[in-house]
Nanobody
Framework: QVQLRESGGGTVQAGGSLRLSCAAS????????MGWFRQAPVKEREFVAA????????SYTDSVKGRFTISIDNAKNTMYLQMNSLKPEDTAVYYC?????????????WGQGTQVTVSS
């Protein structure tokens, strides 16, 4: 089945930017919607952003609206999360997943994620 690998994380100062990538191998995204999730230390994993397989519709959690932009390139089998105006509270491990767009339910297993650290 499809394996997803996150990359692009790193350490930045508050106000900086990062672009995360989610690459599919062993298959394609197909017609599944895709989503980004994150988990901070000692916190539950939370939804961040979602996008339909066509890239037409997007959805974001309130805390990142206006700062993050999700996009998808099916030709490259890659999904992206452009993160601008980063805040310390954005610090977390970020994960990508195939999802059901309507209820944001993840499909499949979780990967290793990519660490994003924002210093104050």
């Amino acid at each position: 089945q499809v394996q997803l690998r996150e990359s692009g994380g790193g350490t930045v100062q508050a106000g900086g930017s990062l672009r995360l990538s989610c690459a599919a191998s062993g298959g394609t995204f197909g017609t599944y919607s895709m989503g980004w999730f994150r988990q901070a230390p000692v916190k539950e994993r939370e939804f961040v952003a979602a996008i339909t397989w066509t890239g037409i519709r997007t959805s974001y959690t309130d805390s990142v609206k206006g700062r993050f932009t999700i996009s998808i390139d099916n030709a490259k089998n890659t999904m992206y999360l452009q993160m601008n105006s980063l805040k310390p509270e954005d610090t977390a491990v970020y994960y990508c997943q195939q999802i059901t767009y309507s209820n944001r339910a993840p499909i499949g297993s979780w990967g290793q994620g990519t660490q994003v650290t924002v210093s104050s």
